[in-house]
């Protein structure tokens, strides 16, 4: 029997994906797995017996990711599943950026008590004109599953559209509408771009990416919209960029003091997974996650292991071993096992970084000396037996 704690409301499509092996419990002292969506983890006392957590979303930052790690706890996310919905809060952010619909939509509220407010319209609407994003060109800035999603869409709307991203991986290259321009240098989307999106991951290399200098690239008027992470622009810059007629817009997903109320700002209250679809999509995959790791030692879509797939667990025995990636571990296993006349009849190990996964299937179940001795090494952080 599994139990597995909710940090944040998961939807009820994906938690009925666990099997009657897995209870919900109230504590998470008592959790091998948790799920969370925003709930900050990083002031949480995390429990030895704590195995994964899956975060319903993407971005990762509310957990800490390397103690978790040095714990031997598997961190999920869920690349992909509220891509849509961010793609279409993106598009939607493009119009209210190219056109004063929120402008025009305040005037009417304002005046709805007139009696003429249809002729008073029709003089008022022109404060309120705006431009066409047909024929425009916008520049993405990372083509992962999102930026990919908002690339393909932009083109049916008639946009010209540049794609930025030096590690785009062979599934979104495939993905990509062959009418998107691939650009080696970021710097041709500032300088070429009448509207840049960005969806990268916020590393110490993208931080604040979006910076004076980066500004000072782009176009006249330039629409500057953030969808992935506020810490990847410096608003503070583009606040005064918009107060000097630079930047005509910015549009973002990340409510703050910096940017709330100023003009020039589009901001909403982080809706681009807010949706239904989107919700249910993450807690599924959230859930499949964690069950393919509980039940086989599979890691698919972790964040601080590397990801590792031996498929059904159908041998006498499997087990799976969190460590550092350092030499000469795997023959440091292997002896151990040989020893104990135990034969390896598959193994993988996969690295990631500091850290790397070695997942075994053996011709008979594994004795607790064994696992003692596994876990004896220097190195291993963790030793968990599968079956």
Known sequence: MFQYKCLNPIAEVGLELFSDQYQKVEELKD?????????????????????????AGAGVNNIPLDQCAEQGIVVFNTPGANANGVKELVIAGMLLASRDIVGGIEWVRAN?????????????????????????????????????????AATHLGMEVYGYDPYISVNAAWSLSHNVKHISNVEDIY???????????????????????????????????????????????????????????????????????????????HLGASTEESEDNCA????????????????????????????????????????????????????????????????????????AYTLLDIDTPVTAEVVGQLQAITGVLRVRVVK
């Not at 609407?125 to 083509?143: D, M, T, W």
């Not at 604040?208 to 500057?224: L, P, R, S, T």
């Not at 606040?239 to 703050?256: C, H, L, P, R, S």
């Not at 590397?306 to 025995?317: H, I, L, R």
């Open 31 to 55: 959790a091998q797995a948790v799920l969370v969506r925003s709930a900050a983890m990083h002031d949480l006392e995390l429990p030895e017996g704590l195995m994964a957590v899956a975060r």
């Open 112 to 152: 709805k008590d007139e009696e003429t407010i249809g002729k008073l319209a029709e003089k008022q609407k022109k404060q309120y004109a705006g431009c066409e994003i047909s024929g425009k060109k916008l520049g993405v800035i990372g083509l992962g599953a999102i930026g990919v999603l908002v690339a393909n």
């Open 191 to 269: 300088r070429q771009c009448d509207y840049i999106t960005v969806h990268v991951p916020l590393l110490d290399s993208t931080k604040g990416m979006i910076g004076k200098d980066a500004i000072e690239k782009m176009k006249e008027n330039v629409v500057i919209l953030n969808f992935a992470r506020d810490l990847l622009v410096d608003e503070a810059a583009v606040v005064e960029a918009i107060e000097q007629g630079k930047v005509k817009k910015y549009v973002t997903d990340f409510a703050n003091p910096t940017t709330a109320g100023k003009a020039g700002v589009i901001l909403t209250p």
């Open 284 to 355: 599924r995959m959230a859930v499949r996650e964690i069950r393919d790791y509980l039940e086989n030692g599979n890691i698919v879509h972790s964040v601080n292991y590397p990801d590792c797939n031996m498929g059904g667990c159908d041998k006498a025995g499997r087990v799976a071993i969190l460590h550092k990636n350092i030499k000469g571990m795997i023959a440091k296993y292997t002896a151990v096992f040989g020893n104990a006349d135990i034969n390896i009849e598959d193994m993988t190990n996969k690295s990631k970084g500091d850290y």
